[in-house]
């Protein structure tokens, strides 16, 4: 294995009919504590997903601890050492050759991987974050916005929304970006029907979990705390949208796209290459379909289930670019011409949106953003049309971006992803009891925001390492 054109570690392997031994796993001195020992391991694991492995007896120690963290999947065979016999070492030339081109293919997967593993991290602790500061805005945007006690002045939220509203745009786009660019491979891989159920215990599980249980009690302890005199089963049948599951409207969705996409999906026998022109289409197209959609429901509109329905187009159409980009190798690299003309475009749509404001004179955002969120109205295009570009520029640049700079693997960044869904999933009850703990403090929504920010994110990334690490839900994230 090689980091930056240098060599950095390498291991032996023996495949048998019913094991894969693995041998001499080394990693030079200089290289030590940056993931390389499990970057090996994971080739090999992901290289022979059937067969158990097999460790020496010198190896059995470091190995099972790898294997025992790649993703909860890997049962290490122990017992006597496996001792490789002739066939496995008078193997054809051609058939050790293949064999290395797999691991050598498995190890840049490992690579792309991590920046995949990082990028996510990043936007769950972004979603974490703005979730917190949406809680105390006049705008609103999460639940807590109901019962705060303090909110922004209004020149503060102006700047903020400035600064952190347009990443707002896309961040979810991204999500489903990512989603789509590993579906088809896990379709492949499963078959349909044992995808189907995967994705209905790890999505489908968590949501009803979350909408039925866990968010109706969160949001009751934020009324009590408010002085509102309701009870668990009000809150669950009185509050707008019916079945709220908190920030699960996410995987509720993808659970769709993902079951549509195993049932109905038939990838192209040839490839489509993505191209700057196809990225053009496609934001043509969200800006359309957005704009009919939300004559019908405006944005920040509620539906039964909190579809989220005003943002369908950019999310099946980000969806759908990873899944058509699955097979061109955007997962592993975004070529550079593009990936340079969506940071370019990305950029200017950003710049666009305070300027834009500016000009048209909205300062109270509570209180004008009406005629943006949908029907027949200029505004209402104009908007579509600023998101239909971040949301395409935006998640391009991001995915390509995490390639170039977010490829560092470790002990704690492979235990930040481990923990990312299971974040993603606590993070409602983590804010909301850390914001009602906060409500006797006697500090400004400026501070209170961003304290309660920081440890939401440090407590939601450790209680969900621990949720996947060490209990038996593990099996949900």
Known sequence: MRRDGVVAGACLTAEADDAVGVYC????????????????????????????????????????????????????ERGPAATPGPAEFTRPAAARSSYLGRMTAEVGQRSRLA?????????????????????????????????????????????????????????????????????????ARKGTRRFVRDRLVRLG?????????????????????????????WVFTHRDPLLDSGS??????????????????????????????????????????????????????????????????????????????????LAQRVPDRMWRGSRVVAALAIVSVPVTAVALGVSDLAGQAGPFLGGWRWQALLFAVVEAVLVVGGSVWLLGWAQRRLTRD???????ARGAFAAFFIQGPVLIVLAVAARPLP??????AFLVAAVAIAVSF???????????AARFF
């Open 25 to 76: 796993v080394t990693t030079l001195p200089e290289q030590r504590s940056r993931g390389v020992g499990r970057a090996l391991l994971s080739a090999v694991v992901n290289g022979f997903p059937a067969l158990p492995m097999t460790p020496s007896a010198t190896e059995q120690g470091r190995v099972a601890g790898v294997l025992r963290r790649h993703e909860g999947h890997v049962a290490v």
């Open 115 to 187: 920046a995949v593993d990082n990028l996510k991290v990043l936007l769950v602790a972004w979603v974490i974050g703005g979730h917190a500061l949406l809680g105390y805005s006049a705008v609103g945007g999460w639940p807590y916005d109901e019962v705060n006690e303090v909110t922004f002045e209004p020149h503060v939220e102006a700047v903020l929304a400035a600064v952190l509203g347009p990443s707002g745009l896309f961040l979810m786009g991204t999500f489903y970006l990512l989603s789509g660019l590993f579906t088809p491979e896990s379709v």
């Open 205 to 233: 599980v968590p949501f009803a979990l979350s909408a039925l249980l866990v968010w109706p009690l969160t949001l009751w302890v934020a009324y009590r705390a408010a002085g509102h005199d309701v009870s668990p089963w």
């Open 248 to 329: 699960l409207w996410f995987v509720e969705i993808l659970l769709v796209f993902s079951v549509a996409y195993a049932l109905f999906g038939r990838p192209r026998v040839t490839p489509v290459v993505l191209t700057g022109g196809h990225l053009v289409a496609v934001t043509a197209g969200v800006v359309v379909s957005t704009f009919a959609v939300r004559l019908w429901f405006p944005a920040r509109s509620g539906q039964i289930g909190d579809l989220h329905v005003w943002w369908w187009p950019q999310l099946i159409a980000m969806f759908g670019v990873g899944i058509v980009g699955a097979r061109s190798g």
């Open 410 to 416: 470790g002990p704690l960044v492979a235990a930040l």
């Open 443 to 448: 500090f400004p929504a400026e501070v209170k």
């Open 462 to 472: 450790g209680a969900g390492w621990l949720l996947t690490v060490r209990t038996r």
